[in-house]
């Protein structure tokens, strides 16, 4: 079986290299041919927002928005419940392609079989 990558990203504009770290590994591991679960908690569930990502700079690093486009073309994406509900969004206001889930289907994530997780 081949590995799999999930990845939680806590961090959001309140620490901009290691979001955008995330991020790039993510887009980094799907153009090398490996699946990803990419998980937005904490401060980086507001790029579960349309325009959020696009609008967040860092320099000398690939446009975060990009980066997102290419996880949701070849990954999973998903927006932690408790992390949105503290925020206020709601699956309506989404991103079309990320989806809203808890603690438990992340535990059953990163448990499955050849799945390596990395928490940013």
């Given amino acids: 079986m081949a590995r799999s990558l999930v990845i939680k990203v806590t961090a959001g504009e309140d620490s901009p290299e290691r979001c955008n770290q995330a991020f790039t590994v993510a887009a ?30 860092l320099p ?8 997102l486009d ?26 079309e392609g990320i989806r809203i889930a808890g603690a438990p289907t992340f535990v059953e994530e990163v448990l499955g079989e050849g799945v390596q997780a990395l928490v940013y």
């Fill in 60 to 67: 000398h690093a690939a446009q975060l928005g990009d980066l």
């Fill in 28 to 57: 980094a591991a799907l153009a090398s041919g490996v699946p990803v679960s990419l998980w937005l908690t904490g401060e980086s569930a507001w790029f579960a927002l349309p325009g959020r990502a696009k609008e967040f700079t």
């Fill in 70 to 95: 290419a996880v949701l073309a070849g990954g999973r994406v998903t927006l932690c419940t408790q992390c949105a509900a503290r925020r206020g969004i709601t699956v309506d206001d989404l991103i």
